[in-house]
Each structure stands twice: as C-alpha cells, then as structure tokens.
C-alpha cells in the first residue's frame, strides 16, 4: 500500500498553474496528503469547495428538469 503525497508551491505559483491548467486542481485533490505553504493548501481547498458546490447546484437543477 503507498501513500501519495503531493508538493504545492507558492501561492503565486500555484494560482498561475491553476488559471492556465485547471484541471490540474485534480492532481491535488488526488494525492492522501498535501505539503505546502498553508495559503497554498486553503486556496486549494477553497476552489475545490467552489466546484463542489458548482457541481451539487447544476445536479440539483438538471434533476429539476426532468
């Protein structure tokens, strides 16, 4: 059995990685453990809490439609 650990970097270097690759919040979102600068990790988890909420809102109303 592993443990998967993911590096994060800086804030601004993550928010640029992010606003060019946005799938890559996946690849953090992945790993078991997250190791960085804590502003790092919230703004991950922040924008992870984002699409999550994005993702209930759109299920809830597509099973409104039907």
Do not use: Q
């Not at 804030?11 to 990685?17: I, T, V």
């Not at 953090?28 to 502003?39: H, V």
């Amino acid at each position: 059995m592993s443990f998967n650990k993911k590096y994060v970097s800086e804030l601004d270097k993550l928010k640029e990685e992010l606003d060019k690759y946005p799938e890559n919040l996946n690849y953090y979102m992945n790993a078991d453990s997250l190791i960085g600068p804590a502003e790092s990790l919230d703004y991950i988890y922040m924008l992870w809490n984002r699409r999550e909420k994005e993702n209930l809102k759109n299920s809830n109303e597509e099973s409104l439609s039907e």
